[in-house]
């Protein structure tokens, strides 16, 4: 099986990103590890010296991206493969209108995702190599009337994916949207659901169908249920204040 030589992940101080990082490092990839908490990146880099390179960067801080963009490419050596794994999503309740929580999901969830992600794409298309993931959700699949603003930005990341695979598939560019599914993380942990993959099990399954474009459940059964929840009739969904 191919693998990867060069990858930049972002959001990677815990969760999900955190242990695509160390997947990577164990591989034999070098890492360019992207997040806010300095001390995690730190500690994570520790264990894989020469492997894992950290960089402290806010998503929402949308200037920094090309210059450091470019610099972590160019510390790296070369770049197979970006996967933006930052999100947010805040408890809300289900009669709560909180626009700065609102606000803080659209800057993270999605506009932090098209500025690293437009930088990875223009130079993956001319570098006619490469891979693109972006952690989406089954929230976005249909309007949930539990996280409003949540399945907004994911519904909108994954059009916003899909755009960027029809625009670079003709130069060999692979772009990946994965929906997991619960997760047990930090940001998962006031969710209190049963049978949550483990952010381990998550990250070598995202590793794994990141090789084939396109658009990836991690679970069959996870496939199935959001075939249905697309068809629902809205009468019928709105009934059951999901």
């Not at 399945?151 to 949207?177: D, P």
């Not at 990836?216 to 629902?232: G, N, P, T």
Request: charged residues 20%; proline residues 4%.
């Amino acid at each position: 099986m191919e693998s990867y030589r060069f990858a930049i992940v972002i959001g990677a101080s815990s969760g999900i990103g955190a242990e695509l990082v160390e997947l990577l490092a164990n591989q034999g990839c070098r890492v360019a590890a992207v997040a806010r908490r300095t001390d995690r990146l730190t500690e994570l880099a520790s264990r894989y010296p020469g492997k894992v390179l950290p960089y402290t960067h806010d998503v929402t801080n949308y200037e920094e991206v090309p210059p450091l963009f470019q610099e972590v490419t160019q510390v790296l050596g070369g770049l197979d493969l970006v996967i933006y794994a930052s999100g947010v999503m805040p408890e809300v309740g289900f009669n709560e209108f909180d626009f700065a929580k609102d606000r803080a999901m659209v800057e993270v969830n999605l506009l932090g995702a098209i500025s690293w992600l437009d930088e990875a794409a223009n130079r993956m298309q001319q570098t006619r190599h490469g891979c693109i993931v972006g952690i989406g959700s089954r929230g976005g699949d249909r309007g949930f009337g539990s996280m409003p603003v949540y399945s907004t930005t994911k519904a909108a990341l994954a059009t916003y994916l899909e755009a960027l695979r029809n625009r670079v598939a003709r130069y060999g560019v692979r772009v990946v949207t994965v929906k997991p599914g619960p997760v047990a993380t930090e940001m998962t942990a006031h969710l209190h659901l049963k049978g949550m993959l483990s952010a381990h099990a998550a990250a070598r399954r995202i590793l794994a169908v990141s090789f084939k474009t396109g658009e990836h459940y991690l679970k069959f059964s996870d496939r199935c249920i959001c075939a249905v929840i697309r068809v629902f009739p809205s009468f019928l969904f709105r009934r059951l204040k999901l």
